[in-house]
């Protein structure tokens, strides 16, 4: 899709693609303290347990990045939990989502600045865990609706996959230990992808991030092998 003009105006993305005019911009979904409730995980058919997760006391504002023209279904979840038990309790949440897929990503600084325009974070206070889900109804509802399942430059033959549950940890930040970070075999774990560039940088610092991955990813396949009835309760 090529964008030919835009203008920010208050948050708001103004862009005319394809002649056509369209809008971009973030919108809060959630704030501290105010608990979502059913009609959330019914507008976006999110698995059973997700609401405990998104409800947890920790969890701070939430927002959905969303362009007029694309299935705007993933919302973000800032997290703060008070210590590692904390953060373990988060994983364990994660965990005991009803979905096929859920993951954790590990990533190797101290979190980033600033995530939305709705944080109100002391200055130079850092997260250490934020949390995404998608909602695949959505995006099969949007795949519906394109012609001939294109999109801009892109050409689709089948819905694309949601975002799956997804639990970003930031190994750097102080309250995190990544040895003592308990993750269920039934939960996927990967090391963030860099790209080349960044390698010399961070590259040193990765490499405990894919050895834990690796070996927890280890741990899953023979977690996989085992028989759905005997680790139904996982």
């Known amino acids: 899709m090529k964008l030919r003009y835009w203008v920010v105006v208050t948050g708001l993305l103004i862009v005319q693609a394809n002649g ?6 973030t919108s809060l979904a959630a704030e501290p303290g105010k608990p979502l409730g059913e009609q959330a995980q019914e507008l976006y058919d ?7 997760l998104v409800n947890a006391p920790c969890r701070q504002y939430a927002w959905n990045h969303w362009f007029s023209e694309h299935a705007n279904d993933v919302i973000h979840f800032e997290l703060a939990p008070a210590d590692l038990d904390e953060l373990n309790g988060l994983i364990a949440l994660l965990s005991a989502i009803e979905a096929p897929v859920k993951q954790v990503i590990l990533y190797p600084g101290i979190g980033p600045i600033t995530l ?7 200055e130079g206070e850092r997260l250490p865990a934020e949390f995404a889900i998608g909602s695949q109804p959505r995006v ?9 399942g294109k999109f801009g430059i892109h050409q689709y033959d089948q819905p694309p ?10 190994v750097g930040h102080d309250l995190v230990e990544l040895d003592q970070l308990r993750i269920s075999p039934n939960v996927k774990v990967m090391a963030h992808q860099l790209r080349p560039d ?37």
Do not use: C
């Open 20 to 25: 056509a005019w369209a809008m971009a911009g």
């Open 198 to 234: 960044q390698e010399e940088e961070w590259g040193e610092l990765m490499a405990p991030l894919r050895a834990f991955a690796a070996a927890h990813e280890e741990k899953r396949a023979e977690y996989l092998q085992v028989p759905e009835a005997v680790r139904r309760n996982d």
């Open 116 to 122: 939305n325009r709705f944080s109100k974070r002391q």
């Open 46 to 52: 999110w698995p059973l347990g997700t609401l405990d």
């Open 140 to 148: 099969d509802r949007w795949f519906e609706h394109l012609e001939d």
């Open 161 to 170: 996959r949601a975002l799956p549950p997804t639990l970003s940890i930031h």
